[in-house]
Every structure is written in structure tokens, then in C-alpha cells.
């Protein structure tokens, strides 16, 4: 019986990855690589350093498209909202007595929007971010560590995601991973092939279900 939810935020909760992929497309561009949206779709949800070595691998332009990404997505963000079903989801959970876990990469500005956005503050029990460990996702340092603070075991647990990284994640920390297809890069075959137990269109589909009951 599940007692904890751990959410991924960019792409499952927040409207946030077309934002980034454009922001990952024009830093790349600004340092002379033009790599393809779609590709750069395809990696959202990635730590950043593994997301850029997939297209380049010199360790000084690595930090240079990391800085202009944070820039360039700090003037995006404002465009960045709750997707359907989000907020109620939270909601919900906390109305019925699960604790609620964040897992994210983004950074500090860019979570302070989201917990605004996302009205969290206070009806979640805490934040883990990719920061804190030393593997990011698809590794899953992430979730053990969201599971050793909240103090739950993988069979309390049970996580929601939009991308194979979150599933792959989850799974390896031996966590059931439920899926949504708001992060537009996966389909549900896709994802159930990752490992996903179900996927549903949104939040407000997946809260619909009744879920995690």
C-alpha cells in the first residue's frame, strides 16, 4: 500500500519542456552546434551534464551551453504553467494523507517558480533535487535518496513521470513508476516499455483513476 508519491516536476507537473528545449536548441546554437529540437526533446529529464555530452563532449563547452541554457531558460520560464490536473493532484494526495515528494533538476530560481505556480508550498512534504546526488537520472541516486528521507520503503512508494529517464530511474530503486504523456516526447508504448505500470494523458486523468489507490 503506498504511503509516499514522488513526483517529477518539468514535463509531469509543469508545462516546462518545450521551454527547455528551446532553451537547450539556441544555447547550443550559440556556441556553433545546431542540434535538432526533436533529438533535444528526446533527452529532457536527463541531468543536464549527460544531456549535453549526448552532442558534445568538451568540457568547456559543456559549462558555456550550461550557463547560457540557465539563461536563456530564465527568460522563458514565465511561460511555464501548471499542466491539467496538477495542482488538484497535490492536492489530493495531501487531502488523503500520502506524503508528496518532489524530484527535480531544476535549479533553485527555477523551482521557487514552481512551487509558486504549482501553489506547494506547504502541502509537500519535501524536495530532492538532482543536485544532491551524484549520479542524476536515469541513475536512480535520486529516488534511494527521496526514499531515505521520507523514510519509506520502494513497496510504499510509487512515482509519476513523463519520460523513459524517470521510469528507468524509479525502477532501479525498485520503485513502481506510473506515467503521463504530458512531457510530449514519449508515447505510452514507449513508456510502458521503460517499465511504466500504466500511463495516463495528464494528472487530471491520472487523479481521475483514483489514483495511487
Request: proline residues 4%; glycine residues 8%; negative net charge.
Amino acid at each position: 500500500m503506498a504511503k509516499v508519491v514522488v513526483l517529477d516536476v518539468d514535463g509531469t507537473l509543469m508545462d516546462t519542456n518545450y521551454l527547455h528545449t528551446e532553451a537547450w536548441a539556441r544555447a547550443f546554437e550559440e556556441v556553433g552546434h545546431r542540434i535538432p529540437r526533436a533529438r533535444l526533446h528526446k533527452q529532457i529529464g536527463k541531468g543536464s551534464s549527460l544531456l549535453i555530452r549526448e552532442f558534445v563532449e568538451d568540457e568547456e563547452t559543456e559549462e558555456r551551453i550550461d550557463e547560457l541554457h540557465s539563461e536563456i531558460y530564465a527568460e522563458l520560464q514565465e511561460y511555464g504553467h501548471p499542466l491539467p490536473g496538477a495542482k488538484e493532484l497535490i492536492s489530493s494526495l495531501r487531502e488523503r494523507g500520502y506524503e508528496v515528494w518532489f524530484v527535480t533538476s531544476a535549479k533553485d530560481e527555477e523551482l521557487e517558480h514552481h512551487m509558486q505556480e504549482l501553489e506547494a508550498e506547504g502541502r509537500i512534504s519535501g524536495v530532492v533535487n538532482s543536485s544532491a546526488v551524484e549520479n542524476p537520472k536515469p541513475a536512480p541516486d535520486i529516488f534511494e535518496l527521496t526514499l531515505q528521507r521520507a523514510g519509506a520503503s520502494p513497496d510504499e512508494t510509487v512515482a509519476v513521470g513523463d519520460a523513459v529517464w524517470d521510469v528507468e530511474a524509479a525502477d532501479a530503486a525498485g520503485i513502481h513508476t506510473v506515467a503521463v504523456l504530458t512531457g510530449g516526447a514519449y508515447s505510452r508504448q514507449e513508456l510502458e516499455e521503460a517499465g511504466a505500470v500504466t500511463v495516463y494523458e495528464d494528472c487530471a486523468a491520472l487523479l481521475e483513476s483514483g489514483f495511487p489507490e
